[in-house]
């Protein structure tokens, strides 16, 4: 059992920064994906940043390559999301999520363990 908490989230205006954190406990993976996924009202959860805990390789979808930043600090068993130069688009529920069973590292469907999110506010 792996036990993720976000934080982070809030209101900002765009073209702001903030900087989201996911905490893990628990039954921690040692060389596995955690991810970040955005759900916005109505629409389906995605996947934008993934990072290999064991290589610290990183991967993002188009919207958010050269904004966000995700990285990770192993002892603490913690992974971090650096958003920057936001966007309106960007307003939306963050979370975080661990255990990629296989597939595609940015599907929701083949993570195991998600945290409860942190909600994610852009004024225009």
């Known amino acids: 059992q792996v036990l993720l908490q976000e934080s982070g989230g809030g209101s900002v205006q765009a073209g702001g920064s903030l900087r989201l954190s996911c905490a893990a406990s628990?039954?921690?993976?040692?060389?596995?994906?955690m991810a970040w996924f955005r759900q916005a009202p109505g629409k389906e959860r995605e996947g934008i940043a993934t990072?290999?805990?064991?290589?610290?390789?990183?991967y993002y979808t188009d919207s958010v390559k050269g904004r966000f930043t995700i990285s990770q600090i192993y002892a603490k068993n913690t992974v971090y999301l650096q958003m920057n130069s936001l966007k309106p688009e960007d307003t939306a529920m963050y979370y975080c999520?661990?255990?990629?069973?296989?597939?595609?590292?940015?599907?929701?469907?083949?993570?195991?363990?998600w945290g409860q999110g942190t909600q994610v506010t852009v004024s225009a």
């Open positions: 990072i290999y805990t064991g290589t610290s390789d990183t």
């Open positions: 999520a661990a255990g990629l069973r296989g597939g595609d590292r940015l599907f929701a469907g083949g993570y195991i363990y």
């Open positions: 628990g039954q921690t993976y040692r060389s596995n994906y």
